[in-house]
């Protein structure tokens, strides 16, 4: 279902950090997506013309980003992917590698779906997704559970082993050659699984001292978890051989400038960390040019509540939050501009992505920007930003 809105007024903002420049930026929301009313949206992913969106119903519906109309809908066992039993719960993140989708779960699992493409006027009992895996593998807790050195503790009387996750699967990030998947979890562990069997490759316990909610990888290979700890914590592939043979993944760096839990994170082309935290604040990360310390460099305010996701879209970054709102900003070590303030969601914005698009001309940029939220509506922004 397709509801179109009128153009929104662009909100106020405040920072008290920085003198800033304000930019003006066109923006309008130009449909809202409805699926299921009664639940929500809790991850989105765009893929060329596809956009994906999760919920925390198990759910997730495939829509034509061109037209904005659903397509012949991805089934496994019905109109929509959902877990094997439909029990998977909230589909936390999604991420898509060639022709296969991995989405992660509240269930304490990750699924893997093979994608086959979709043709208009196809027939509806032609399947479009097919439910290829779910990770960990029997085969890989097969094996793990008959060594007993493959058992951690999870509780005071319970063990499982080391492959598993157990609690929500929060983040999922591919390596640059797509042949790692990195997950993370409330379990406060980050999982590195092999993506052309997946298996589970090395697991990091107590990564952090409290639920991990947000993984990203930079351009160079380094993996960033945020946590309600109120830490990101920065971990690095081992490249020496002698040293793989210990740990393949070692922490490198510990950044403690949070004042609340980060619950997002977001990372640019050109060495710029963002990162979302509960007190409404985001905070701008710098890495030196030789790839040395980290540091905050500029704290962007005017959400009035949690910042809950983060995305960045060619040089613009979107932020959401428990406020209801989404903010633009200006993607760049020297400009903390606010473009714009996107109001017209009923609930928290749990989710962000988007794509630059042609605007025709050379005066600005367009882009747009796809939000989901706890009203159970995916909105649709056009923006356009002067770049004259």
């Not at 989105?44 to 809908?73: F, H, I, M, P, Q």
Request: charged letters at 25%.
């Amino acid at each position: 279902m397709i509801r179109c809105h009128e153009t929104q007024e662009e909100g106020d903002w405040s920072h008290e950090d920085h003198q800033i420049s304000i930019s003006q930026a066109l923006h309008q929301c130009i449909a809202t997506l409805v699926g299921n009313t009664s639940s929500y949206i809790s991850s989105l992913t765009l893929a060329g013309k596809r956009l994906y969106t999760g919920s925390n119903d198990g759910v997730v519906r495939l829509w034509n980003a061109s037209t904005l109309e659903t397509l012949a809908e991805a089934t496994s066992n019905g109109d929509v992917i959902t877990g094997e039993r439909g029990d998977g719960g909230a589909v936390k993140s999604l991420v898509i590698l060639a022709d296969k989708l991995f989405t992660a779960h509240q269930d304490q699992k990750i699924r893997v779906w093979k994608i086959n493409d979709v043709v208009e006027g196809a027939e509806a009992s032609n399947k479009k997704y097919m439910h290829i895996a779910t990770m960990p593998t029997m085969s890989d807790r097969l094996a793990k559970c008959l060594m007993p050195n493959n058992q951690v503790q999870i509780r005071r009387h319970k063990k499982a082993s080391w492959v598993h996750h157990v609690n929500a699967v929060s983040g999922l990030a591919l390596s640059r050659d797509g042949t790692l998947l990195y997950s993370v979890s409330w379990d406060r562990t980050l999982k590195i699984w092999r993506t052309t069997d997946f298996k589970c490759l090395e697991s990091i316990t107590d990564a952090h001292d409290d639920a991990i909610n947000a993984v990203e990888l930079s351009e160079n290979g380094d993996i960033y978890t945020g946590s309600s700890d109120r830490k990101i914590k920065v971990w690095r592939k081992n490249l020496d051989e002698e040293k793989k043979k210990r740990k393949n993944h070692y922490l490198v760096a510990t950044l403690s400038d949070h004042d609340s839990g980060i619950n997002a994170l977001a990372l640019t082309s050109y060495n710029l960390l963002y990162s979302g935290g509960s007190d409404g604040s985001i905070l701008v990360w710098e890495r030196n040019d030789e790839g040395g310390d980290i540091a905050v460099i500029g704290v962007l305010r005017g959400h009035m509540e949690s910042v809950l996701c983060l995305a960045v879209v060619s040089d613009i970054v979107c932020s959401g939050s428990a406020d209801k709102t989404v903010r633009l900003w200006k993607c760049s070590s020297t400009d903390y501009s606010c473009l714009a303030v996107l109001e017209g969601h009923g609930g928290p914005v749990k989710c962000l992505t988007g794509a630059i698009r042609d605007s025709g001309t050379q005066s600005e940029a367009s882009y747009h920007i796809y939000s989901g939220g706890l009203d159970s509506q995916v909105k649709v922004w056009q923006i356009l930003v002067p770049t004259l």
